[in-house]
């Protein structure tokens, strides 16, 4: 997620402690469409999904894109996509409300 995507638009760009994670389409897309089919909000804009993630602590906006990525993305269930990425079954659903909280909508 660090190197280039090909989408030098500054609207899929999250800082991250002096660097700069580059949201990509390819993920982007599915999240957006998970996002509608499992929690019901619907996402008029990929970049609604940046700009949400920009309003994460800072120390937790790779995990959370990273879990949002293979949840909603990906469908897999939640507890397995934070085995997947190392993270506490119980840091997940936090992570996941407090992105979706920021969400419009």
Do not use: C, K
Request: aromatic letters at 4%; hydrophobic letters at 50%.
């Amino acid at each position: 997620m660090l190197a280039s995507t090909g989408m030098e638009d500054p609207a899929f760009e999250v800082p991250l402690n002096g660097y700069t994670m580059l949201l990509r389409r390819v993920e982007l897309d599915p999240v957006a469409t998970g996002v509608e089919a499992l929690a019901g909000r619907h996402i008029a804009n990929t970049a609604e999904l940046a700009r949400a993630l920009r309003q994460v602590p800072v120390a937790d906006r790779a995990p959370t894109w990273e879990l949002t990525v293979r949840h909603f993305g990906r469908r897999t269930p939640l507890t397995l996509a934070a085995a997947q990425i190392g993270l506490d079954a119980l840091r997940a659903p936090v992570l996941i409300d407090t992105y979706l909280a920021r969400l419009p909508g």
